[in-house]
């Protein structure tokens, strides 16, 4: 168990041993939910019960129903058939104006505030409170007051007059949670909220959200962090091809039983066999550094053919400077970088694919995909010059190329031509590689390639990266994950405020002796 599985777990044993509250009463029942779209139907007879001073997680491979349930509760959608009981009384909200006026606050994944505004104009946007007799002006004392009293009870340490870009993630989703207790919400959606943060403020967030229950709200927590799970949970919905399966108690449940909830099937294992063979040494680094004075120093490590090199560390250890600089992403200050016995320093990310390189990138959403463009498009833009002759588009070709990538990869898509947006994350990543393998690299760079991914879909990209191997490619894998490292890893390379701290065969190493080469350099 690492220290932040400990950390989680200590946490979570804290919320469910807080003094007696009120007695718990039912704040929000859907039942029988249906909703459909043009040739796909998203939920059949889906459905969760929300009780107050409750953490609810609501579970499901993607592509479950579970944004969908939810988007019906709050407006965004509007549902085919099923009921919605909230607060005792049938509720159909129109939109999330109605629902936040109502009490149900939703934190997204990806935070949805206004940059270059402070943070209490945030809070407050749209229902600014108005000096009395004085018309349309805005009394900012009161704002600035009424966003302190909120602060301060929910253990939030930011100046509400600071700008919101000055802030960091971590921050920027306290100010959303601050948001939804502004609007006295009864419940409160949480969308993947770890998800970028680090162990410490992982912590604070599990502060706040105890703060939330013992106050009577009910907390419906999305996650695919199993430990998360049964740290600070006390029930879970499981949802499955947009039906409702099962609703169990987490203290009855084990993750094993949870994930053959979601995936309709036992999961014998977690990680598929290591059957690729590193051999010869591909590729050798030594000294490179960063032109940034605060990323990375000295770096030295190796690469073999047909191996899996993880690379660990704590948030800010600068793990993807690593990749960004290799792939010309980040300026390059000195150090050597050789590929197949030749110079292989790259300053663009189009010298980085002509030398072998290929590069998956962390943030799948903002930076990996082209969300409104289909199937074709996002898996042929990273190789397009291929296709132009004679000045003209080889059609036949990109065709071919794309069925390529949907047939290797397992992409689960009715057509080329669906909208990559609309694919399950499992599913949009699977293209994202199959596009850069078209690239035909020796080296392909992966950072966090299951974030955000189902336990069912993260196995066969698991089975994905050893298969690569075994056509001796060479893999970089960062991972936040210390079991998934330990588990299709051969060696880790462990990153410690920007220097490498020691270099592990993944066989004879565990989480204590990782986590405290981590530390080394702090």
């Known amino acids: 168990m690492t220290s932040q599985q400990l950390n989680t777990s200590q946490q979570g044993q804290e919320i469910h041993e807080t003094q007696e509250v009120a007695k718990q009463e039912v704040l929000l029942e859907m039942r029988g939910v249906d909703k459909s779209f043009p040739g796909v139907k998203a939920l059949d007879g889906a459905g969760i019960t929300v009780k107050s001073y409750s953490v609810h997680a609501l579970m499901g491979e993607n592509g479950a129903g579970k944004s969908t349930l939810l988007k019906c509760l709050f407006g965004i959608y509007h549902k085919d058939a099923g009921s919605i009981i909230y607060l005792g009384k049938p509720a159909d909200f129109k939109n999330s104006k109605q629902a ?3 009490g149900i606050s939703m934190v997204h994944q990806e935070l949805n505030l206004v940059q270059q505004t402070t943070v209490m104009d945030n809070i407050w946007l749209g229902r600014y409170p108005m000096k ?22 929910l253990d939030i340490d930011i100046d509400p007059k600071t700008k919101v870009s000055n802030l960091t993630v971590s921050q920027m989703q306290m100010v959303e949670i601050a948001k939804a207790f502004s609007y006295n919400a009864k419940i409160v959606i949480m969308d993947e909220p770890t998800s970028s943060l680090s ?31 049964f740290a600070i949970c006390d029930e879970v919905t499981v949802l499955r091809d947009g039906k409702l399966i099962d609703t169990v108690p987490v203290a009855d449940a084990t993750m094993d039983s949870i994930v053959s909830l979601m995936v309709g099937r036992e999961l014998t294992q977690r990680f598929p066999p290591k059957t690729n063979e590193p051999k010869e040494v591909m590729l050798t680094v030594s000294g490179l550094t960063a032109r940034h004075p605060r990323s990375i120093k000295d770096v ?29 992403l980040r300026q390059y200050q000195s150090g050597e970088v050789m590929l197949n016995g030749k110079d292989a320093v790259c300053h663009t990310s189009l010298e980085a694919i002509e030398r072998g390189f290929a590069m998956v990138t962390e943030e799948r959403r903002r930076t990996g995909i082209y969300a409104g463009l289909d199937i074709s498009f996002n898996s042929l833009i990273a190789n397009m010059g291929e296709y132009v002759k004679s000045g003209l588009l080889d059609e036949s070709q990109m065709q071919k190329d794309t069925q390529w990538v949907i047939d290797s990869m ?33 080296v392909l760079m992966l950072d966090e390639p299951t974030r955000g991914v189902d336990v069912g879909a993260k196995f066969e990209i698991y089975q994905l990266i050893i298969d ?42 565990d989480q204590e002796e990782i986590l405290q080469l981590a530390a080394k350099y702090l």
């Open 100 to 102: 936040l006026e109502g």
């Open 132 to 153: 009395a007799g004085l018309g349309f002006i805005i009394d900012h004392q009161k704002m600035y007051r009424d966003t302190k009293v909120i602060f301060e009870e």
């Open 199 to 229: 162990e410490k403020e992982v912590q604070h967030l599990f502060k706040i959200i105890e703060k939330l229950k013992n106050k009577g709200c009910g907390i419906i927590y999305i996650s695919h962090k199993m430990e998360e799970i």
């Open 300 to 328: 030295s490590f190796d690469l073999r053919r047909g191996e899996i090199l993880g690379i660990a560390g704590l948030v800010g250890s600068r793990r993807t400077d690593i990749m960004e600089v290799m792939f010309g």
């Open 410 to 442: 397992r992409v689960k898509t009715p057509s080329h031509k669906t909208p990559i947006g609309s694919l399950s994350g499992g599913n949009q990543q699977k293209v994202v590689l199959g596009r850069w393998l078209l690239t035909q690299p020796d």
């Open 468 to 509: 690569l191997a075994k056509k001796d490619k060479g893999i970089m894998m960062i991972s936040s994950e210390m079991p998934e490292l330990l588990g299709v890893t051969d060696r880790i390379v462990v990153m410690s405020n920007g220097r490498v701290a020691g270099i592990v065969n993944t066989a004879e190493t």
